[in-house]
């Protein structure tokens, strides 16, 4: 069975760096083509792609965010973890890792972490 | 890259038919034929229901369907069910091998 979970906290202070951890089952990040990547919805509000690592360690970001982001990967751990620094209130989102099996297909997802940037 | 333009919401009786548009540019709806669609029920993450225009996962109702016209995708959700009640949300791949999602739609069924 294909799962993807997020892992990380649920409460952070203004300013401080965020760390995600997305671990898979059932899917392989060595497959050409294959890629896992980070969306947020702030509470209420619509999805926002974040990043995306894809199987040959090609990195995209988002424009708006990239100064900030970092995503990794593990493949023979089945990890991707993204790295947001400087966070603030308006950070505060569920965050959701996916797997896209190509152009941003998201097939599957993660359950979803709910985080809340406040002091 | 701005985010693509859907209705906020969209309402329709059991056993109709409704439309949700999704409106980008050249840059994005419109370069490439890998848009998807989701479905997203409250407190649930999204699920893929369209990709790449037309296409469904095998898994997914055929009453879901796709469509794009330049720069304008359509998802059409025919036999409407209370089931259906969701958000549904779009997203395309752009020229710049990035992502962005649409506004979001909320679907009503009366």
């Known amino acids: 069975q294909i799962t993807l979970k997020e892992s990380g906290p649920t409460l952070v202070k203004p300013t401080q760096t965020l760390t995600l951890t997305c671990t898979f089952s059932?899917?392989?990040?060595?497959?050409?083509?294959?890629?896992v990547g980070w969306v947020r919805q702030p509470p209420g509000k619509a999805l926002e792609w974040l990043a995306l690592?894809?199987?040959?360690?090609?990195?995209h970001y988002s424009p708006s965010l990239e100064s900030r982001l970092t995503i990794t990967k593990d493949t023979p751990k089945n990890q991707v973890v993204l790295i947001m620094t400087n966070v603030d209130p308006v950070d505060t989102a569920t965050y959701y890792c996916?797997?896209?099996?190509?152009?941003?297909?998201?097939?599957?997802w993660g359950q979803g972490t709910l985080v809340t940037v406040s002091s | 890259q701005s985010a693509l333009t859907q209705p906020a919401s969209v309402s329709g009786f059991p056993g109709q038919s409704i439309t949700i548009s999704c409106t980008g540019t050249?840059?994005?709806?419109?370069?490439?034929?890998?848009v998807s669609w989701y479905q997203q029920h409250p407190g649930k993450a999204p699920k893929l229901i369209i990709y790449d225009v037309t296409n469904r996962p095998s898994e997914v109702s055929n009453r879901f369907s796709g469509s794009k016209s330049g720069d304008t995708a359509s998802l059409t959700i025919s036999g409407l069910q209370a089931e259906d009640e969701a958000d549904y949300y779009c997203n395309s791949y752009t020229i710049y091998g990035t992502t962005v999602f649409g506004t979001g739609t909320k679907v009503s069924v009366l």
């Open positions: 050249s840059s994005d709806v419109g370069a490439y034929n890998y």
């Open positions: 690592n894809y199987w040959n360690d090609d990195k």
């Open positions: 996916a797997y896209t099996s190509g152009y941003f297909r998201f097939d599957y």
């Open positions: 059932e899917l392989s990040l060595s497959r050409v083509g294959v890629g």
